[in-house]
Nanobody, 115 residues
C-alpha cells in the first residue's frame, strides 16, 4: 500500500512561483512511476508532468519551460516546481504513483493563480 500526501499549494499572483511536494510512504517507492495531474472546476483531470524511477521526465505542452518535476528517492518525495504561473494554471494538483499493476493518488492541493 502507498500513501501520498501533497503540500505546497496556495494563492499566488500571476508570474509567481510555487513548489509542490508529494510525500510518499510505502515500500519500493523509488521504483514507482510518479506523476502530477491537475483538475480545474468543470474540467477533466489533466496530466501535467511525469518522472520515471530513473529520472526521465515528460511535460504537457502548456507547462514546458515553466514547470519542473523532480524526485528525491532518499526522502520518498516528488516535487513540482512551478514558475511563471498563469491564471489558467489554477486547479487542484494531485500526485500519482504507479506501477504496471497498481495506481495510487493523493488527496490533492489547491493552487490558485490570481491578482
Amino acid at each position: 500500500q502507498v500513501h501520498l500526501v501533497e503540500s505546497g499549494g496556495g494563492l499566488v499572483q500571476p508570474g509567481g512561483s510555487l513548489r509542490l511536494s508529494c510525500a510518499a510512504s510505502g515500500s519500493g517507492i523509488s521504483t514507482y512511476f510518479m506523476g502530477w495531474y491537475r483538475q480545474a472546476p468543470g474540467k477533466q483531470r489533466e496530466l501535467v508532468a511525469t518522472i520515471t524511477s530513473r529520472g526521465s521526465t515528460n511535460y504537457t505542452d502548456s507547462v514546458k519551460g515553466r514547470f519542473t518535476i523532480s524526485r528525491d528517492n532518499a526522502k520518498n518525495t516528488v516535487y513540482l516546481q512551478m514558475n511563471s504561473l498563469k491564471p489558467e494554471d489554477t486547479a487542484v494538483y494531485l500526485c500519482q504513483a504507479a506501477t504496471t499493476t497498481r495506481n495510487y493518488w493523493g488527496q490533492g492541493t489547491q493552487v490558485t493563480v490570481s491578482s
